[in-house]
């Protein structure tokens, strides 16, 4: 299987998972989580969509007329939301303020990735 499928792939499995946390912070969590968790839950869900969609991106302008930089945009995407979403729902559902401080990893690694994508659709070689 082609690298752009397995990434749209994972990347369609990140938005599915992005609507499903974002419905779990909605409905499960409003009661149990004060406001300030709670916006921090919904700001992982939501750049959780965002950056999915980029990953999506990423392998479909692989294939139109990106080149390999767009996939590794695509996989900094994907690590960068493991990271990024992934520390603030384990901060929010465990309480444990210290993963705020791997946030900012994942944060660089999505901006590396946007960075990648743009040089990978200007050097383009499709």
Not at 78 to 92: C, H, R
């Amino acid at each position: 299987m082609s690298n752009e499928r397995v990434l749209a792939a994972v990347g369609g499995s990140l938005a599915f998972l992005s609507v499903a946390a974002g419905a779990f912070g909605a409905h499960a969590l409003r009661s149990r989580l004060g406001p300030e968790l709670l916006v921090t839950f919904e700001t992982a869900a939501r750049y959780q969509m965002y950056h999915a969609l980029a990953a999506l991106l990423a392998a479909l302008a692989y294939g139109r007329w990106a080149g390999h930089q767009a996939i590794w945009a695509g996989w900094a995407f994907v690590i960068g939301t493991a990271i990024f979403s992934g520390s603030l729902y384990l901060l929010t559902l465990t309480g444990a303020r210290w993963w705020g401080a791997v946030t900012p990893i994942g944060g660089v690694t999505l901006l590396a990735g946007w960075v990648l994508f743009v040089w990978g659709v200007l050097a383009g070689n499709r």
